[in-house]
C-alpha cells in the first residue's frame, strides 16, 4: 500500500472558523509533511514531523497549527485564516533517509483544496 | 544556493513525439534527483528519480540524463501520448537526519495534442 490519504477533499470556511485536515499513512513511514500549493506554483513546504517530533516549521504564521498524534497519523489545524491562504493542502510521507535502500522519496496524498471566505 | 531552475514553463508535442524538459541546480549537496507528475486536482507522483552518480535512468518511456559537471538534468518522454499531459516538477532532495526536503523546480505544463 503506498497510498497517503487526505480528508476532506475540499473545504470552504470563513475567517473567523476553526476547522482541520487530516493525513493519513499505512506504509511505515517515520517522516511526514505539510505542504501549500498556489495554482501554476510548485509546493511549498510547510511543516515536517520526523518520528512524530515537528523537525522543520518553515516559518508558518500560528494560524497554521500542525499536530502528530500517532506514526500515522497528521493533523493540520486552521484558525482565523485569510482569503490568501486559499490553496491546495498537500500532505506527504517518507522512510527514514538512515534506512534507505534505494532512491525512495516523498509520497503525496491527494491534496485538500481550501477556500477562504 | 538552493534553487532548481526548470525550463520550458509550457511545452506542446504532437503525439509521439520527444518532450524534453531541462533543470539546473547550483547546490552540490542534493542528495538526489527526483521527477514528478500532477494531474490537475491531484496531488504530486514520483515519476522516475536518480542519484548523482548515475547518468542515465530509463523506466519505461520515461528518462532521466544526468550530467554532473554541468549541474543539469533532463526528462524525456518517448512516444509521448495525450495522457501524458500533466505538470512536471523536477526536484532536488537534501537528506537530513530523518527526512528528506524537496527542493521543487517551477513545473512545466505539457500538452500532448492527438
Known amino acids: 500500500d503506498t497510498e497517503v490519504t487526505q480528508t476532506p477533499k475540499h473545504l470552504v470556511m470563513g475567517m473567523t472558523n476553526k476547522k482541520s485536515l487530516k493525513c493519513e499513512q499505512h506504509m511505515g513511514h517515520r517522516a511526514m509533511y505539510w505542504y501549500k500549493q498556489k495554482a501554476k506554483k510548485p509546493p511549498e513546504l510547510m511543516f515536517v514531523?520526523?518520528?512524530?517530533?515537528?523537525?522543520i516549521n518553515e516559518s508558518v504564521p500560528s494560524r497554521f497549527s500542525p499536530e502528530c498524534p500517532n506514526s500515522s497519523l497528521l493533523n493540520l489545524h486552521l484558525h482565523a485564516l485569510q482569503p490568501e491562504d486559499s490553496a491546495l493542502y498537500l500532505c506527504?510521507?517518507?522512510?527514514?533517509?538512515?534506512?534507505?535502500?534505494?532512491?525512495?522519496?516523498?509520497?503525496f496524498g491527494p491534496g485538500t483544496r481550501l477556500l477562504v471566505l | 544556493q538552493q534553487q532548481v531552475k526548470q525550463s520550458p514553463q509550457s511545452l506542446i508535442v504532437q503525439k509521439g513525439g520527444i518532450p524534453i524538459i531541462n533543470c539546473a541546480y547550483e547546490n552540490t549537496a542534493f542528495d538526489y534527483f527526483p521527477w514528478y507528475q500532477q494531474f490537475p486536482g491531484k496531488g504530486p507522483a514520483l515519476l522516475i528519480a536518480?542519484?548523482?552518480?548515475?547518468s542515465e535512468k530509463k523506466e519505461g518511456r520515461f528518462t532521466i540524463s544526468f550530467n554532473k559537471s554541468a549541474k543539469q538534468f533532463s526528462l524525456h518522454i518517448m512516444d509521448s501520448q495525450p495522457g501524458d499531459s500533466a505538470t512536471y516538477f523536477c526536484a532536488a532532495t537534501i537528506l537530513r537526519s530523518s527526512a528528506s526536503k524537496i527542493i521543487f523546480g517551477s513545473g512545466t505544463r505539457l500538452s500532448i495534442r492527438p
Open positions: 514531523y520526523s518520528y512524530e517530533k515537528l523537525s
Open positions: 536518480i542519484r548523482p552518480d548515475v
Open positions: 506527504a510521507s517518507s522512510q527514514d533517509p538512515t534506512v534507505l535502500a534505494g532512491v525512495e522519496t516523498q509520497y
